[in-house]
């Protein structure tokens, strides 16, 4: 069983930015963040493999990096030039899979984290 527990979310106005951590009980092989706004999907927002290999959905690249300290065992979330549309509970997930497999799949990830809401306004 993996504990995941995250932090650092909140509110911000339109252009800010907001870091994400999650404090995972052991490491796993692919690790991410995925966010859920209210009456929509669960969406991927990134992911990286135990090999390093990051990706991001389309709508975050360029803003957004993630980043994974196996020492201390934690996954890092950084949200910069923040939008209204990036308002949503962010949840922390780990998964058993490979490099290859590291994708946006929920059904991949068997541990989650409660979540942390991200308000962003206008």
């Known amino acids: 069983q993996v504990q995941l527990v995250e932090s650092g979310g909140g509110s911000v106005q339109a252009g800010g930015a907001l870091r994400l951590s999650c404090a995972a009980s052991?490491?796993?092989?692919?690790m991410g963040w995925f966010r859920q706004a209210p009456g929509k999907e669960r969406e991927g927002v990134a992911t990286?493999?135990?090999?390093?290999?990051?990706r991001y959905a389309d709508s975050v690249k360029g803003r957004f990096t993630i980043s994974q300290d196996n020492a201390k065992n934690t996954l890092a979330l950084e949200m910069n030039s923040l939008k209204p549309d990036d308002t949503a509970m962010y949840y922390c997930?780990?998964?058993?899979?490979?490099?290859?497999?590291?994708?946006?799949?929920?059904?991949?990830?068997?541990?989650w984290g409660q979540g942390t809401q991200v308000t962003v306004s206008s």
């Open positions: 052991s490491v796993m092989p692919c």
């Open positions: 990286v493999s135990g090999t390093g290999i990051t």
């Open positions: 997930a780990a998964s058993h899979v490979v490099a290859g497999y590291c994708d946006f799949l929920t059904w991949r990830f068997i541990y």
